[in-house]
């Protein structure tokens, strides 16, 4: 059985401390001993750039910041569909 692919995806601009919180969480996970099916890619500004990117691994995980109303740490799941877009 092979195991599914799973990229993450950091968002943010590093410069401007809690937006950049993706970039950071990539720059961390780069020094832990991931399994090989897991890719990491540091996203930076260009979050729309990186579409083609998303349709590479079965389960992609975008970690960035917003303000959303929560408390600060909040996690949010957003299923393709809310984002207007449609799994294969």
């Given at each position: 059985m092979a195991l599914k692919s799973i990229m993450v995806v950091?968002?943010?601009?590093y410069i401007l401390q809690d937006e950049g919180v993706g970039?950071?969480?990539?720059?961390?996970?780069?020094?832990?001993?991931?399994?090989?099916?897991?890719s990491l890619v540091d996203g930076g500004t260009h979050s729309y750039d990186l579409?083609?990117?998303?349709?590479?691994a079965d389960t992609v995980i975008v970690v960035d910041a917003l303000k959303a109303?929560?408390?600060?740490?909040t996690l949010y799941r957003a299923p393709l569909e809310e984002l207007g877009?449609?799994?294969?």
């Open positions: 950091g968002i943010g601009n970039v950071h969480v990539i720059n961390r996970l780069m020094e832990m001993n991931l399994p090989p099916q897991v579409v083609d990117f998303f349709c590479q109303g929560g408390e600060p740490g877009l449609k799994p294969d």
